[in-house]
């Protein structure tokens, strides 16, 4: 299956790049170690338009398909693994969720503030006995005249603080599994409703990790998203699209990584001559440049696949989100040992990298039950 970018996406390709080094990498830093996003960085973020590549036109949005929204998500996370894996997932999952189940009012009321970057919606499944197990979720949702009322907690709810919004999955039928589980879009502000921060994380930092809890919270009716039961189904179906931009991160994150690397090499002189020129360092680049391309091209596949609709799409995009996020972790980790112990150092971009790769394996599903889902696959 072919899956060249066309000149457009080329050209789109440098654009993303141009504005990550000339607005976001100068505020990384400071990002980490504030442990701070700020807002209006993500405003400028919108306003050049990367938002609405997730977004119907007739919205503001750009209809962009799945290829085009995996390199604006490589190209900030070779810069920022928090913003572009931020913007990536975030915005595919609450766009894909609404575009399979959100009634026109409910798509006029939010998608415009959304796209304009004024308002962002983040994403409640996870919960304290809840990971990848998602059927033990607790969090049930009461339907009481026109409003439900909500009760659960929901943990490692990523920027739920930076949120305006967010997108909870609750029980509305305790005794029917996976198919009681319904989708709620919960403002902030929301009497019962309330979060906080859990502590600061080994990595992607800026974006905080929050638990949230809800006591007694009513939710207007028209605030369900779809009908009741059909909140994993739809999961399950926009799963794929954040998989895949999950990978795309992974590329971005070990791309910026070995480019770092390479410079070092380059200029790093021991025993006389650039340790580029020490065969161990140069074999070393070799697989890290040749373990980026290939996952790489395992997330193009992937984003054209889901871009189809296709049979393969859950098993490519999963394949995708483990190895490429693997990758990222293996390159960056390889950064980190070229540099020695600069590469150790906060005032090295490497170690950042490769803290942040790791939080990349773990979110959108463990890569372990990534690799438990595809050999199902292979073994059905």
Known sequence: MS???????????????????????????EMDREDHLPRDLYEEVAKVGFIALFYPS???????????????????????????????????????????????????????????????????????????????MRSKAILDG???????????????DFADMTLIFAKTDPNAGMSGISTFI???????FSH????????FRGIHHCESVFEDCRVPKENLIGKEGEGF??????????????????VGTAQGALEYAVRYAKERIQFGKPIAEFQAISHM???????????????????????????????????AKYYATDVAMKVASHAVDILGGYGYSEEYPVERMMR???GLQLLEGTNQIQRHAVARVLLA
């Open 356 to 358: 942040d790769a790791k």
């Open 233 to 250: 189904r739809n999961l399950v179906k926009v799963m794929d699209e954040g998989r895949t931009l999950t990978g795309a991160s992974g």
């Open 58 to 136: 007739e919205y503001g949005g750009s209809d962009a398909d799945m290829l085009t929204c995996c390199l604006a998500t490589e190209e900030l996370c070779r810069v920022s693994t928090v913003l572009g894996g931020m913007l990536g997932v975030a915005h595919a999952l609450f766009s894909s969720c609404f575009r399979l189940s959100a009634t026109k009012e409910q798509k006029d009321k939010y998608f415009p503030d959304v796209i304009s970057g004024k308002k962002l919606c983040m994403f409640g499944l996870t919960e304290p006995d809840a990971g990848s197990d998602i059927s033990s």
């Open 146 to 160: 026109d409003e439900y009322i909500l009760n659960g907690v929901k943990n490692f709810n990523s920027g739920m």
């Open 196 to 203: 906080s921060v859990t502590g600061r994380m080994l990595g």
């Open 186 to 192: 919960v403002e902030k502000g929301t009497p019962g």
């Open 285 to 319: 680049l070799a697989d890290m440049a040749t373990m980026t391309e290939t996952a790489r091209h395992l997330v193009y596949r992937a984003a054209t696949l889901v871009q189809d609709h296709s049979k393969e799409s859950m098993k490519l995009a999963t394949m």
């Open 3 to 29: 899956y060249r970018l066309s000149e457009e996406q080329e050209m789109f390709r440098q654009m993303v790049r141009r504005f990550a080094g000339e607005k976001v990498a100068p505020r990384v830093t």
